[in-house]
């Protein structure tokens, strides 16, 4: 099978997987305990924090280790709100946010906190001027994900962070599908705090990080003494190593981007020629470089990725989270895509571990699943 799902979750690699059998083995005890042990642990830890600070342009006190990007992008919300002056209560996150994250919209307005979409743009990306008639002086937060998980759409996050700091507001990013695939360094975006996610970037699942910038106040979300009283429970060290070692594998980002980028835009190319009525969601848009969204004529969603499928092909109708069901993407929705046409959206997405003949592979198959699809629905898009 050819996995092209890389938004979805990512293979971890054999040096992950090697570090995290070794801390299992050899540092299991209990990185809070006083004992030889245990302050073995707490080393393997500062030095897996220190590891994590390096790759990412921040300080070590300014990394608080997760279960994953969900739980950091809940504390920074709830952590940073909770914090907030009392004349700042207004949440802003923008429309494209990650299904679970738009949920905790849904529960902070369902409790009685003013909470604000902010609008797409046709191609995907944030709609800036709406951004800046929205981001007031009563706002206490604004919520942006850097990169879209299924068009790829790149936000105005440096834009975003100008009119939040003229606002007074606190700003988080949602790095989980940039890091790992776009330079990063903290310091440099001007955000308060950013989630990221281990398992995007070929680390292990359940575990991820929220840097927070030093001196900005937050109130856990699970208190405890662990994470300087920022989030409490004894650290997931194994997977915190394996996070750590998965960063520092990175390597030379633009050279990687760029050798996906160029199979992703081949891949795109063939599909339209190969393919009747293609079309390809935030194309003219700035965007990730291995992910593709696109439907084909009319056919939905699950009939195209049943017969890829069938010919070798693992991939989604969107984000993982809300691919189960079959209600359109609130992504498309938001810009502006009728339900019809995006219940037949797919998402190919690309990784570190797709090679050349992955592509050409599937763009040899094109001519078989074109006579595979039903006739009835090769209306052109
Ligand atoms: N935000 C974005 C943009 C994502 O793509 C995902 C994962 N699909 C998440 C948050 C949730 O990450 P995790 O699986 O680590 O909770």
Redesign the pocket.
Known sequence: MIYLDH??TTPPLPAVIGAMGAVMADSWANASSKHGPGQAAARVLAGARSAVAQALGCKPAEVVFTS????A?HLAVRGLLAAAPAGRRRVLFSAAE?A??LKLARELMDAGTPVDLIPLQPDGTLHLDAAARLIRSDVALVSL?AA??ETGALMPVAEVAALAAAAGARLHV?A??WIGKRPFHFSEWGADAV?L?A??FNGP?GV?ALLLRQGVPLRPTMPGSQERGRRGGTENLPAIVGLATALEALGDLGAEAARQAALRNRLECALQSELPGVHIWSRGAPRLPGVSFLRVGNWEADVLLGRLERLGFAASSG???SSSGSAPSHVLCAMGVPDEEALGAIRLSLGRTTTDTDVDTLIAALPTLRSLLPAAQAVAA
């Open positions: 938004h979805a994953g990007a969900t739980e992008n990650h679970g994250h994900m879209n998980n949602d989980t599908q989630s996610s398992h995007k699942k991820g984000a993982a989270c």
